[in-house]
């Protein structure tokens, strides 16, 4: 039987071995999150400037010197733990799983173009990533497309979701275009890792078109930008819901028409691995028209009497 003196001998050396491997990791880690948070007050610095600063030159060439330092910062081991949260200038979304992380911002060019960057992290000790880089101005039809990375249609992420599909784990980013001066885009793009590669677009929403069903790779919706047009997944109907468009005739010279919400809502809903739409969410056809309840009661007058 052992005696008392090595159990606590054995118990003893355990806990200071754990210490010592905590105490080593968190020096570790301190080294890196120091290094990170060093870079990190730069590039909140070089992001406000590629969002607002009045020169083209120097917004593209802050963006650049930008883009060196956040890879830099993203070399350190374990930097996907790292938040960035000062950098408001940046989105930086994770999936449920916490998989990946995707970065997304956008750089001003003129009044009828933006400029898109973004990159996704793998959720790794050591770096792996995937650039992404803007090719929007050469897909022609964006609701068929199947991109890679290098191929991206350029958007300023701001929601993502998960889901399965026919191809397994799917992803489901939703986007802003700024576009045009006078118009704007939303998104709902699927995103799939076909042997660790990431695709944007896959064959999962039904789209109703003058009574025809086809199947497409993302949902583009195109809107005036003098709308507010919604589109994002609701966790109370489990759909994804956006605002329904029509055309309007449009006061601006060389816009023949613009699209804009009439006040009802569309969706999505997910039916065996396939969105797939529905008309005016939230239209309710009662049995007859609604009325106030009374406030004394049915039997009583005005003077609440009997």
Known sequence: MLSKSFLLFFFLACALCSFSQ????????????????????????????MINDSSEINR???????????????????????PFQRLKTVSILYPPDS????????????????????????????????????????ISDPESALLEPSNWYGQLYYNIRSFES?????????????YRFFTKRKLAEPLIFKNGTPVFGAPVFEKNENGETRTVNRLVFEYSSDAKFKLNYDENQDMVLFDHLIPMGSPYPGQELMFVPDGDVDGYYLDDKIWKFKARVFDQILDEAPRPQPVLGEKKDLFGKE
């Open 22 to 49: 905590v105490e080593t990791d968190t020096f570790k880690n301190s080294v890196a999150d120091s290094e990170i948070k060093i870079l990190e007050d730069t590039l909140v610095i070089l992001g406000y400037a």
């Open 60 to 82: 593209f060439a802050s963006c650049q010197k930008f883009i060196r330092l956040l890879v830099k910062a993203l070399k350190n081991e374990n930097s996907f733990d790292y």
């Open 99 to 138: 998989t990946f992380r995707i970065f997304s911002w956008q750089v001003y060019d003129d009044i009828n173009h933006y400029h898109y960057y973004g990159s996704i992290q793998m959720n790794e000790p050591q770096l792996k990533m995937f650039p992404l880089i803007d090719r929007s101005e050469q």
């Open 166 to 178: 026919a191809a397994g784990k799917t992803y489901l980013l939703f986007g802003y275009d700024a």
